[in-house]
């Protein structure tokens, strides 16, 4: 997936650390080299590969890291494993709500168990948990099973860290805290592990400037950076070359790609030039912010043949008084105008959202408002969230914070709303063939396959395990939910 050999061939020129290249990513490749010299003796002492586990929380730029964060430790002659008994595992942690941070707590204190059956095991925590003060701070003090602690700004830094751990002779009394506060560089020349070799996606932009007041992310992830085009057109050749059909293009907020950068380009210019990407045959991006959702952009989505007609729209509220406490910049008749506006333009297109339930002084009338905009567009998915009190954000200081018992009511209120439209909006789908990118071997229905409509759909059906990875037409036959079953055309 990405050739490094002439490159680990060049750095063994260098004998000493001292000799370490000060330029990224050459630097990065002296020490994923010294690394694997490491990886591989003790291999050798062990009599097996050492292994590696990488557990993925949160979103997809999270996703995206672990993918980078894989491609290091394979090029340094780790085994990946889904165990977590392994002699390496590694927290890319979320923290966007409190229960994000108290999973990765408790599944710490799990790993201590099997650290004293396997003392060499190296325990690494990396992520948007790592940024915050307070959470390194209780690292600090109460888990000292953790190795290596590393944020989000340093991510490509990793073999570099790994390395100076594993050569410490005093390694089990050390703990590495590399955070950085905010982007020095974007490197991302680096090796890559993907989960899928036919789809992948591409970060076109890091960070976030919107200062949602009830969220965390842009104090974790830093301040909005766009990619130049050039960079991006050419990680998606690359990726078109080695057999990728699917890009999901990423970015807290795609639409508004380019700001700040040096060249005039905007998101919509950016869609045709990866539209006109050969090997490419469907492209995604996520998120979209609806104060950022220009004409322009729809135009564009409806042009261009390989962009997927469905689209993810955060609304978080359908009470315009709260989204002005939220900061988010649009009110509830511009959203749904929005969604009329999309829905002419590209007349298929599934859309999906998120809403968040009880954000501080939220009152039954603003609650009403919110469940009138879920009836009145009927989202084909919606990702339901109870409002988590974030330090460090507006919000999490704002007076009336709702009643933990007023919120499980409306939340379960608004699920079920959620449910009975998405029943009517799935039984519509059942009789149509729809073209399914097949992913993987269902993994409870021996013979079976699952893949993903253009519309995002998850479907189950018969087949051969060599069709993974390929576009086919697939009837669907019976609506199960969140997923559909159908058979092969
Ligand atoms: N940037 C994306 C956007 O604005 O569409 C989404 C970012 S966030 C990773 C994903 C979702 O988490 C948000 O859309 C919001 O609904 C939810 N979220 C963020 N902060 C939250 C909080 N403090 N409590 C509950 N949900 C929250
Ligand atoms: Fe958070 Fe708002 Fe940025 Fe999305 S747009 S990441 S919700 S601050
Ligand atoms: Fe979580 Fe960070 Fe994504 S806080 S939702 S993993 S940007």
Do not use: W
């Not at 998606?236 to 070359?241: D, E």
């Not at 040096?262 to 912010?289: C, P, Q, Y």
């Not at 968040?356 to 009138?372: Q, Y």
């Amino acid at each position: 997936m990405y050739d490094n050999t002439e490159i680990l061939n060049e750095i063994k020129k260098y004998t000493s650390v001292q000799d370490a290249p000060l330029n990224e990513p050459e630097r990065q490749y002296f020490f994923m080299a010294k690394l694997k010299e490491v990886v591989d003796k003790r291999s050798e002492e062990k009599g097996k590969r050492l292994t590696a586990c990488v557990v993925t929380f949160g979103c997809q730029m999270n996703a995206r890291d672990s993918e980078k964060i894989s491609g290091i430790l394979k090029v340094c002659g780790y085994e990946l494993t889904e165990d977590e008994r392994a002699d390496l595992v590694l927290y890319n942690t979320c923290t966007v709500r409190e229960n994000a941070n108290l999973k990765v707590y408790g599944r710490l204190g799990r790993l201590k168990n099997y650290k004293e059956k396997n003392p060499d095991m190296i325990t690494v925590l990396c992520g948007c948990m790592m940024q915050e003060e307070g959470v390194r701070e209780k690292i600090k003090k109460s888990f000292h099973n953790v190795d290596i602690v590393f944020g989000t700004f340093n991510i490509y830094m990793f073999a570099e860290l790994l390395y100076m751990k594993l050569i410490d002779p005093d390694k089990n009394a050390t703990q590495i805290m590399a955070v950085k506060k905010d982007y020095e560089a974007i490197v991302e020349e680096l090796p890559k592990d993907r989960k899928y070799p036919f789809k992948s996606g591409v970060n076109i932009m890091f960070g976030c400037n919107n200062f949602c007041s009830y969220c965390i992310v842009p104090y974790v992830r830093g301040r909005e950076r766009s990619r130049a085009s050039k960079d991006i057109i050419e990680e998606v050749k690359t990726l078109a070359k080695d057999g990728v059909k699917e890009v999901m293009l990423l970015g807290q907020n795609v639409n508004s790609y380019g700001k700040g950068l040096e060249e005039d380009i905007n998101f919509a210019d950016l869609l045709r030039m990866v539209n006109d990407i050969d090997g490419i045959e469907r492209i995604r991006f996520m998120s979209s912010h609806p104060k950022d959702l220009s004409d322009e952009l729809i135009e564009a989505m409806k042009d261009c043949d390989k962009v997927c007609p469905q689209l993810h729209l955060a609304m978080q509220s359908g009470s315009s008084r709260l989204l002005e406490k939220m900061n988010r910049h649009y009110t509830k008749e511009d959203f749904i105008n929005l969604v009329e506006k999309l829905r002419k333009a590209v007349p298929d297109i599934s859309l999906s959202t998120d809403i968040i339930v009880g954000f501080p002084g939220e009152t039954e009338e603003d609650f009403l408002e919110t469940m009138d905009v879920i009836e009145k567009v009927r989202f084909n998915s919606v990702f339901t969230f109870q409002y988590s009190k974030r330090t460090g954000t507006p919000a999490a200081v704002m007076e009336n914070q709702v009643e933990p018992s007023v919120v499980k009511d409306r939340f379960d209120r608004l699920l079920k709303l959620v449910q009975s439209i998405s029943d009517e909006n799935t039984k519509d789908q059942v009789g149509f063939t729809e073209k399914v990118l097949v992913e993987e071997k269902d993994d409870k229905l021996p013979g079976y396959l699952t893949g993903r409509t253009d519309k995002n759909y998850l479907v189950h059906f018969e087949g051969c395990d060599n069709l993974i990875g390929n576009i086919v037409d697939v009837k669907i036959i019976e609506s199960k939910g969140f997923y559909y079953i159908g058979e092969l055309v």
